[in-house]
Every structure is written in structure tokens, then in C-alpha cells.
Nanobody, 114 residues
Framework: VQLQASGGGLVQPGGSLRLSCAASRSTFSFNAMDWYRQAPGKQRELVATITSGGTTNYADSVKGRFAISRDGAKNTVYLQMNSLKPEDTAVYYC?????????WGQGTQVTVSS
């Protein structure tokens, strides 16, 4: 299984970005797909999750600003990030899990700075 993350970049505070995670098989074949992030000097943290049934969950720090969604036809999960803050700066990773294995994509850098 391959997960290809894209969409990162440099954005000003208050701006928006949309990250994409393209999977090499159906996103519904995983129990859940997630976005994690890791800022310099910090531990990797869970940002948002979407289950195979469509349930979504978010870290408190991004609730109301970020939205995770999927396009089943494209085997892709998205993370729409609005009202970005400097503290959202991190490398963002796509993750997919089954009951027997975890899969990780490569990271995509998001930098929020004026």
C-alpha cells in the first residue's frame, strides 16, 4: 500500500491549504485514515481521523478550522485547513490503519508565516 501526500506549502496566518492523501487502494479498505503532524522538537500528534464509516474526529487545537473528508472514487483523503495559525506549522503525515498493520505516507511541509 502506498500513501502519497501533497498540498503543503507556505501560507500567511489566516490563510487556507488543502492537503491530499492518495492511496493505492480504496480508502474504505482501511479502518480509518488520519492526518498527523510533527513540529520541530515536538512529538507527532494526531490531527484528524475519518473512519471507514465516515465518522470524523479532530484534535481540540484544530476543531472548527480543519475538516477531513474523502473522495472514494479517487481513493483520496483530504484535509482542508482554514484560519491557519503559526502554531500549525509542521510536517503533516497521512496514515492509514487496519487491524493488522499501519501505513504511513511521506510528509508534506506546512509553514504558516507572514
Amino acid at each position: 500500500v502506498q500513501l502519497q501526500a501533497s498540498g503543503g506549502g507556505l501560507v500567511q496566518p489566516g490563510g487556507s491549504l488543502r492537503l491530499s492523501c492518495a492511496a493505492s487502494r480504496s480508502t474504505f479498505s482501511f479502518n480509518a485514515m488520519d492526518w498527523y503532524r510533527q513540529a520541530p522538537g515536538k512529538q507527532r500528534e494526531l490531527v484528524a481521523t475519518i473512519t471507514s464509516g465516515g465518522t470524523t474526529n479532530y484534535a481540540d487545537s484544530v476543531k472548527g478550522r480543519f475538516a477531513i473528508s474523502r473522495d472514494g472514487a479517487k481513493n483520496t483523503v483530504y484535509l482542508q485547513m482554514n484560519s491557519l495559525k503559526p502554531e500549525d506549522t509542521a510536517v503533516y503525515y497521512c496514515h492509514a490503519g487496519t487491524i493488522v498493520r499501519d501505513y504511513w505516507g511521506q510528509g508534506t511541509q506546512v509553514t504558516v508565516s507572514s
